[in-house]
């Protein structure tokens, strides 16, 4: 598939460098096709090599895609939803065919419009890098690792020093280089090489362990439904479990704040008998693992706020999890990293001057509520340290009502699913109809949810996204 072009785009550049062939990368490389007329993606992974990819740290772990995320990818790659599906990936209605708990309650048990993609990370990213491989502006150079970026005399960067098989080095000239190499990012270190003050960062730590394993599923397996997601906040176990490719469960274990869940056989399902719903551990203790568990650990979400350099070296850009790594439990990373990329598109639609600027302020705007949202749920919780202003308060106190209601209503359960998946904005939990809803049916008297699995102080209940 080629590049569509853009008949408003003021100037064509030449030739784009993106570092990194991850989602963001791959997304970002598509969205260039229309603006460059070469687009050349380096990645330091062997991408012709079967299973997890060195530089996709959470591979190993259950992904989950929103359906904001999926359409940006339709639109980018029409037909992928379909070639996933032949692929052998299970795409369920969201809240009628999968399960979801949100502090211990299961949300009420209604059609969203939602299109759920169980797909595991290996397999989405090969789909997408074969559409990619696909358009003849692309070339794909595996094995080869950044360096550091290369500027003219007036601090513009006009190109990328990489590191290739063999030790071979060389420069690659760009008119733009996008750095999309995720949390491991040097962009801080490569600025301040150019003379650029490094971007502020706020870090908010919550601690996060999870522990992955694939299991043989079977059809009787969770009466058929196709996953489970028991949200897992600051102070309370959880777990995801989706049948993805190949009749497998892939199953996520975890905890926060230092309760995290063991890899040995006994102590792996041992932690998911004292999950707040037994539906995850009814599996385990009957299907056939197929592999170890993995475990992984997130120390914090992190933003670096490049929007707000005042200098910002023309020539290159950051984008992903490269300027904001959020708390992966609530499943934004993928789709905000969409939003970025489609944004990047529209600031390049308007011309190449000032770009940096504009494209910068323009994702801070994508990322702002999913920051806000996975860093608010986050500090419900009194050990989790930062800021609390009186929004946060008031939305997590607010919130708790909303996740019981969604519990009772199907109509509360569906807006909230919407809204989490980014479909309808957050103000449509405001609306009078829903507070009518949430304040009839969001109570928690007569409610006795499961308390947290280890003694912690009783946390404000978080929200996935």
């Not at 399902?269 to 997130?298: K, T």
């Not at 507070?435 to 003694?455: C, E, F, K, M, N």
Request: glycine share 10%; net charge neutral.
């Amino acid at each position: 598939m080629t590049g569509t072009g853009s008949t408003d785009t003021t100037a064509r550049g030449e030739h784009a460098v993106v570092l990194g062939a991850g989602i963001a990368g791959m997304l970002t490389a598509r969205v260039l096709t229309e603006s460059h007329g070469r687009v050349t993606v380096v990645d330091r992974d062997d991408l012709d090599a079967e299973g997890q990819r060195r530089g996709a740290p959470q591979g190993r772990h259950v992904h989950g895609l929103t359906e904001t995320g999926r359409l940006i990818m339709e639109e980018l790659f029409p037909g992928v939803t379909q070639e996933l599906r032949e692929a052998g990936v299970l795409t369920p209605e969201v809240l009628t065919d999968t399960r979801w708990y949100f502090g211990g309650l299961r949300a009420h048990s209604t059609s969203t419009g939602l299109t759920a993609v169980l797909a595991s990370r290996p397999l989405l990213e090969r789909v997408l890098r074969s559409r990619l491989a696909t358009c003849p502006e692309i070339e794909i150079r595996p094995r080869t690792s950044a360096a550091g970026l290369v500027a003219d005399a007036a601090g513009r960067v006009v190109g990328v020093r990489v590191g290739g098989p063999g030790g071979h080095e060389e420069t690659i000239t760009a008119d733009l280089v996008v750095d999309a190499t995720g949390r491991a990012s040097r962009a801080p270190d490569w600025l301040a090489e150019l003379g650029v003050d490094r971007p502020a960062e706020e870090l908010v730590e919550i601690e996060l362990g999870y522990s992955s394993r694939i299991y043989r599923r079977l059809p009787e397996h969770l009466d058929g439904d196709r996953a489970v997601n028991m949200a897992i906040g600051p102070g309370r176990r959880g777990a995801t479990m989706v049948a993805i490719e190949g009749d497998r469960w892939h199953v996520t274990l975890g905890g926060t704040l230092g309760d995290h869940p063991p890899n040995d056989d006994d102590g792996y399902v041992a932690f998911a008998a004292s999950l707040p719903s037994g539906d995850v551990h009814r599996v385990l203790d009957a299907a056939e693992p197929i592999e170890d568990a993995v475990p992984y650990r997130f120390k914090g979400s992190r933003r670096r706020y490049f929007e707000r350099l005042t200098t910002p070296p023309e020539g290159f850009v950051v984008i992903g999890d490269a300027v904001c790594c959020l708390n992966p439990v609530y499943a934004q990373g993928m789709t905000v990293a969409a939003q970025e990329a489609v944004a990047l598109r529209d600031c390049l639609r308007s011309g190449s001057r000032d770009l940096p600027r504009r494209f910068h302020r323009a994702a801070a705007r994508r990322i702002d509520a999913a920051w806000q949202t996975s860093t608010g749920s986050d500090l419900a919780h009194p050990a989790v340290e930062g800021r609390r202003t009186l929004r946060t308060r008031l939305t997590n106190r607010w919130l708790k009502r909303i996740l019981v209601a969604a519990h009772r209503d199907p109509a509360v359960a569906r807006t909230f699913l919407r809204v989490s998946n980014l479909v309808e904005p957050s103000t449509a939990l405001l609306s009078p109809s829903m507070v009518r809803r949430v304040l009839r049916h969001g109570s928690t008297r007569g409610l006795v949810p499961p308390a947290p699995a280890t003694p912690s102080p009783e946390p404000e209940v978080g929200t996935p996204a």
